[in-house]
């Protein structure tokens, strides 16, 4: 029974679903109202569809018609520790279960004036995006909001604001060719970073979109007193930003594994480095991913 291909079109933001361990479990940085909405969606439309499923103490829905016997709870307990030791880095300061973190770098929004009624849709390709423009003023939320992934959608939603599409594609042009239909004939603004490794805008400005950007907000390099790092590391890459910084600091050993979030960011690494592509463009997808790696 393929469960991704079940729930697709539900178009869930909040739970995301784990073939490995047949579990869609939610993101527990985001403990709000439609966590709970999304839940009951996704219970009465299994119900629905005759689907067996069970709901865990945590309110992920697992699928596995096993029981949980004494041993398997072993073999889990087992496999945390051994998740628990693993060298796996982040090269941020945002917390994700089983990752250490070496932030490389900080964000620093920028101040706009900004008149949000000019504009007929925001388009949202990060979450610094929504919280730098969120610093500036709240009008933007009365604004329809186009956003990369469901990372961005969730956080949009989290402000009230007027969250319409969340992008499946999840990279720049492909997510630029995915809104086209949506936001042709339309004045829309970009908000975005200083530095962007996409042509997102002059795709949508030739094809009938007229598209504006403003940058709010910017990556500031942090200097690192630590220079190596343990052989057999797993570093994750959540931007072409990070790659730069990264090698600005360190040197590659060739025992180390990369994971990159997305294949954008993936095609910025040196020649020697070959990165593995995350299965979703999230950070626990990320440190998922790093877990896999022999």
Known sequence: MNIQKI???????????????????????????FIE?????????LTKQNI???????????FSKKSFL???KFQKLLKYIENKKQNIYLLNN??????????????????????????????FSSKNGV???DSISEDW????????SEQTAKLIKDFDAKLVFSGKQKHGDEFAYEILPELKGKKVLYLRAREIVSDFINILNSNGVKCEDIIVYENNFIEQTEKTLPKNS????SSPSTVKYFFKVFSWNDSYTAISIGNTTAKYFPKNVKPIIADKTSLKACVDKALEVE
């Open 7 to 33: 729930i697709d079109p539900l178009n869930l933001i909040y739970y995301e679903y784990n073939k490995k361990t047949e579990t869609l479990f939610y993101d527990t940085n985001y403990a709000n109202r």
């Open 37 to 45: 909405l999304e839940f009951f969606k996704i219970t009465y439309y």
């Open 52 to 62: 067996q499923f069970r709901v865990l103490k945590d309110k992920s829905i697992e």
């Open 70 to 72: 004494l041993k398997k």
């Open 94 to 123: 945002n917390k994700v279960k089983f990752a250490k973190n070496i932030p490389l770098f900080d964000i620093k929004y920028i101040k706009q004036d900004i008149n949000f009624s000019n504009y007929d849709a925001l388009i």
């Open 131 to 133: 919280l730098a423009v």
């Open 141 to 148: 939320r009365k604004i329809p909001s186009y956003a990369i």
């Open 234 to 237: 797993k570093i994750i890459f």
